[in-house]
């Protein structure tokens, strides 16, 4: 019975307790929602006393008011002070929802590859400056993310992985998310609110895991047919664990890679140069 209210809040609230800024959207909305339950629950409670109290009788004859001035001040007075109460509030909590914040102590080091640093005029960044930053691209009708690490100079060569994100926990990561083709909506509801993906635009979000496990989400706009396969998950492993599966993401695809110019070089000698794509 204890569990009761919880579980059927929990219905009615949104999704958090993946990232801060997922649990500082919950606590604004349960703000607003208990302050309504209590208008709710005065408003219909009123409404159903006078109901009984004053139904119809045989020989009762109707009161005949004609407004009541100091009722009608009074209540559009306390809605205006519950409106500038809840707008100051929200304004109050805006800034930890859309700014990052340090990673906590016992997150990825994020030392010693000069790639996991990024700075950009737009993008927001932890005080610190210091944040994994992930590239979400959005297509029809798969999820991309591209990590920090690239192994040449033009940005090519960065590890990569489609459909679910590997992430270290108690890491800030800052997300930079773009469209290859339509637009596409990026939400993980546990991590916070959702981001459109607009080509040729770049939005930006973060986000920061406690707990290890797994955080589900899908494509929340839709872009085509194939939209409902348009899943995505965030993986959250321990720093070290991360470290470790982004090494070996890298080596999967070197390998792969490596693999792909010699098959296009067996059918170029086969076909004669330039008959294959990217020779
Ligand atoms: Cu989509």
């Keep these: 019975m204890g569990h009761l209210l919880p579980a059927t809040l929990a219905f009615f609230t949104p999704q958090s307790g993946g990232s ?57 007075v306390a809605a205006a002070v519950i409106l500038l109460a809840l707008a100051v509030l929200t304004f109050a909590k805006l800034s930890s929802i859309q700014d990052p914040a340090n990673s906590s102590p016992n ?35 798969i999820w991309q993310f591209v990590y920090p690490g690239a192994s040449e100079p033009d940005g090519l060569g960065a590890p990569y992985s489609y459909e679910q994100m590997v992430v270290p926990t108690n890491t800030t990561i800052t997300l930079d998310i773009v469209s290859e083709d339509v637009v596409h909506s990026w939400w993980i509801p546990q991590l916070g609110g959702k981001f459109q993906a607009v080509p040729g635009y770049h939005n930006y979000t973060w986000f920061e895991v406690e707990k290890p496990g797994l955080y589900r989400g899908q494509c929340a706009v839709l872009c085509g047919r194939g939209h409902a396969r348009m899943i995505a998950t965030v993986k959250a492993v321990p720093p070290a664990q991360f470290d470790a599966w982004l090494a070996h993401q890298k080596q999967l695809i070197a390998e792969a890679n490596v693999q792909a110019k010699i098959a296009r070089a067996k059918l170029n000698a086969q076909t004669g140069a330039g008959q294959v794509e990217n020779p």
Excluded: H, M
Excluded at 24 to 51: N, R
Excluded at 114 to 130: F, I, Q, T, W
């Design 20 to 76: 801060p800024n997922a649990n500082q959207i919950d606590s604004l909305f349960k703000v607003t929602l208990y302050i309504a339950l209590v208008i709710f629950i005065a408003v219909e409670g009123g409404l159903a006393y006078t109901l009984v109290r004053f139904r119809a009788r045989k020989g009762a004859v109707a009161a005949q008011i004609r407004g009541n001035t100091r009722l009608e001040v009074g209540w559009t």
């Design 107 to 141: 997150g990825d080091k994020l030392a010693g590859s000069s790639g996991l640093l990024y700075a950009s005029a737009e993008r927001k960044l932890p005080p610190n400056g210091k944040s994994l930053n992930i590239t979400v691209i959005g297509r029809q009708y």
